[in-house]
């Protein structure tokens, strides 16, 4: 019976397909910020997947996108792709998003579907990808550029983005309680 329930379904990857595509799009809606790193929906976009398809086909878009923008399709901000962009100063904020997925996967796990709990993996999810992507830009930047502390690389990465991402957040637990419903 569990390996009834663990095979993925035609409509399974259906909607990881329409949701990996959805990524896409949101990264591509970029809106130019003066630190020089723009504002994207791929967050909405993120949270929409985990939120939508639940856990288990959410996490699957989110590595799909991911792998995707890897092997050089353009699906990344700016149009971009490779893998050039996961070894970049912001690249650990793109990793933190598996992060984020698995996090988001293990709430529903755990704690079930609800508002709530989706509301709060999703809270947990952005810090979790808030967290790895500083921690990597500190490391990565120290490397190829100079050391910078800690407060200066929050104020370049995180806190500029903290309202917007937090605006993302309520519309795509908003959405995702309208839709979930009708993706089953």
Known sequence: MEAARSKISTKDITYVAAFTALLAIC?????????????TFQTFGIFLALGVLGGRRGTLAVLCYLLLGAIGV???AGFSGGFS????????????FVFTALLMWGMEKFFGKSV?????????GMTAYYVFGT????????RTESAAGLMTVLGWCVFPYLLPDCVKLVMA????????????
Do not use: C, D, N, Q
């Not at 990264?27 to 504002?39: A, E, K, L, R």
């Not at 996961?86 to 933190?96: D, Q």
């Not at 921690?135 to 120290?142: D, I, N, P, R, S």
């Open 27 to 39: 990264s591509w809606i970029s809106v130019p910020t003066p630190t020089g790193i723009p504002v």
């Open 74 to 76: 353009p699906v990344l």
């Open 85 to 96: 962009a996961y070894i970049s100063p912001s690249g650990g904020y793109l990793t933190g």
């Open 116 to 124: 709530w709990v989706l509301g709060t993996g999703m809270v947990m």
């Open 135 to 142: 921690v990597w830009f500190l490391l990565v930047y120290a």
């Open 173 to 184: 637990l908003t959405l995702s309680k309208e839709l979930r419903e009708h993706v089953r």
